[in-house]
């Protein structure tokens, strides 16, 4: 079993930024490929970004790239999202989730363990 938490939410205004931290537990994660997603209020949840096992690849949706940032440290056993640039339409509850194949996914269903969520609120 992998334990995930998440933690480096909270709000800020349009245009800052905020790093998201995923601190795993349980067993080291080197072996799985991690990724972030979001859900906002009314909404499903959407893939954000994912890295692979060894971090070499890295993944995005679309309306993030060039504003946020995928990484990890092993040692640590910890994954961290960079968000820079944020926009009011960021604001959602962000979810760190882990997937035993090593390669990465943009799908939900590939994913094997989530954390609990940190909620994400940017202000216009």
């Known amino acids: 079993q992998v334990q995930l938490v998440e933690s480096g939410g909270g709000l800020v205004q349009a245009g800052g930024s905020l790093r998201l931290s995923c601190a795993a537990s349980?067993?080291?994660?080197?072996?799985?490929?991690m990724g972030w997603f979001r859900q906002a209020p009314g909404k499903e949840r959407e893939f954000v970004a994912a890295i692979t096992a060894s971090g070499a690849r890295t993944y995005y949706t679309e309306s993030v790239k060039g504003r946020f940032t995928i990484s990890r440290d092993n040692d640590k056993n910890t994954v961290y999202l960079q968000m820079n640039s944020l926009k009011p339409e960021d604001t959602a509850v962000y979810y760190c989730?882990?997937?035993?194949?090593?390669?990465?996914?943009?799908?939900?269903?590939?994913?094997?363990?989530w954390g609990q969520g940190t909620q994400v609120t940017v202000s216009s």
């Open positions: 349980g067993r080291t994660i080197s072996s799985y490929a």
């Open positions: 989730a882990a997937d035993s194949s090593s390669s990465g996914s943009n799908s939900y269903s590939m994913y094997d363990y």
